[in-house]
């Protein structure tokens, strides 16, 4: 069974920074896309960035490119999303998923964690 | 940027009545297209990709149609279980985006 666990949410202050980890079981971890996605309260899901299956192609929503950095570490089943400068309009609930692949074609979001909640104020 | 917008925004009905969601693109994504159901305090659990195949053990009441700019998801007869917030997602090319979101209430 494929499990995503997230960790690493809390409370923060603005122009702090934060790690979130996410914790893959359940299948080959390095043959597939990872990804966060996040979801203010009460609003819809927004794509925040994503890493290749090789860990050398990242990828990231406009608005956090420059303060956020994916990665991932294949040995420890792990992908990582650093958060630095948080701005209010961080606070969200963040979700790791897994972007399936198969062959050389990789598709949509299969699996997802139960997210990880943070919150940036002071 | 592809942006994908969804209509209704809420679509009220009852349990049993058919349910068609839009989701327009601003471009055309050919056939990339998936569908997420949404439910109170869950994580999003995908449907529908590749606009009309279905995701495994989804049921058969969900169906997803259309290619370039024009999709929908039907639920042709709605189960207690069905009432949440959709949303589609496209994945032509980079940022993957989703759109903002139908939710399916109780009438």
């Known amino acids: 069974e494929v499990q995503l666990l997230e960790s690493g949410g809390g409370l923060v202050q603005p122009g702090g920074s934060l790690r979130l980890s996410c914790a893959a079981s359940g299948f080959t971890f390095s043959s597939h896309t990872m990804t966060w996605v996040r979801q203010a309260p009460g609003k819809g899901l927004e794509w925040v960035s994503a890493?290749?299956?090789?860990?050398?192609?990242?990828y990231y929503a406009d608005s956090v490119k420059g303060r956020f950095t994916i990665s991932r570490d294949d040995s420890k089943n792990t992908v990582y999303l650093q958060m630095s400068t948080l701005r209010a309009e961080d606070s969200a609930v963040y979700y790791c998923a897994r972007r399936f692949c198969s062959g050389g074609t990789c598709y949509f979001f299969d699996s997802w964690g139960q997210g990880t909640l943070v919150t940036v104020s002071s | 940027e592809v942006v994908l917008t969804q209509s209704p925004v809420t679509l009220s009905l009852s349990p049993g009545e058919r349910a068609t969601l839009s989701c327009r693109a601003s471009q055309s994504v050919s056939s990339y297209l998936a569908w997420y159901q949404q439910k109170p305090g869950q994580a999003p659990r995908l449907l529908i990709y590749d606009a009309s195949n279905r995701a495994t053990d989804i049921p058969a009441r969900f169906s997803g149609s259309g290619s370039g700019t024009d999709f929908t998801l039907t639920i042709s007869s709605l189960e207690p279980e069905d009432f949440a917030v959709y949303y589609c997602?496209?994945?032509?090319?980079?940022?993957?985006?989703f759109g903002g979101g139908t939710k399916v209430e109780i009438k």
């Open positions: 997602q496209h994945r032509a090319n980079w940022p993957l985006t």
């Open positions: 890493i290749d299956r090789g860990g050398v192609v990242t």
